[in-house]
Structure formats: C-alpha cells, structure tokens
Nanobody, 111 residues
Framework: VQLVESGGGLVQPGGSLRLACAASGFAFSSSDMSWYRQAPGKERELVAVINTFGHSTYYADSVKGRFTISRDNAKNTMYLQMNSLKPEDTAVYYC?????WGQGTQVTVSS
C-alpha cells in the first residue's frame, strides 16, 4: 500500500488549498478513504470520509461547509478541497485507506 499526499503549503486565513492523495498497491476503487489531521500537541483527528463511489461522505463539524472530499477512481486519487481556511486548520494532513497511511502534508494557515 502506498499513499502519497501533496498540495499542502502556507496560505493566509480565508484562503484555499486542494490536497491530493495518490494511491497504489491496493484496490482503491473498492476502498473507503479518509483524511485525518494532526495539529502540534494534539491527537490525530478525523476530518472527512468518502465511500467507494463517492456517493456518501462524512465531515467533522469543524470543517463542515468549508471542506469537500472527493475521489477519482480512474486516477486512484482522492482530494480534499479546503476553503475559508482558518489558523486552527493548521496541521499535518494524512490520507488513509487500504489499511495504509500516507506520510502527511503540512498545511499552515497564517497571515
């Protein structure tokens, strides 16, 4: 299982970022996929989940209405569109699925 996140970076409050998670080594199209994040000094928390065909999604209350999870099964890739970013969204973002975890991508929201 290999999961590789990309798209993180530094953004000002109110800005947007789009994270991507490229998957290989397992049946991506048959796997539910998730995004987690971990802020400094805090436990890893679930951000969003998407089912196999993208028909069902779940969002943590803290990101509902601002983040959108999606997937492209033809490309074995999952995405997290993050809008209206806040300083409290600063964290390392991880994708998970197929019993594997990515290495994480840093998102920093600061002016």
């Amino acid at each position: 299982v290999q999961l590789v996140e990309s798209g993180g970076g530094l953004v000002q409050p109110g800005g947007s970022l789009r994270l991507a998670c490229a998957a290989s080594g397992f049946a991506f199209s048959s796997s539910d996929m998730s995004w987690y994040r971990q802020a400094p000094g805090k436990e890893r928390e679930l951000v969003a989940v998407i089912n196999t065909f993208g028909h069902s999604t779940y969002y943590a209350d803290s990101v509902k209405g601002r983040f959108t999870i999606s997937r492209d099964n033809a490309k074995n890739t999952m995405y997290l569109q993050m809008n209206s970013l806040k300083p409290e969204d600063t964290a390392v973002y991880y994708c998970t699925g197929g019993n594997g975890w990515g290495q994480g991508t840093q998102v920093t929201v600061s002016s």
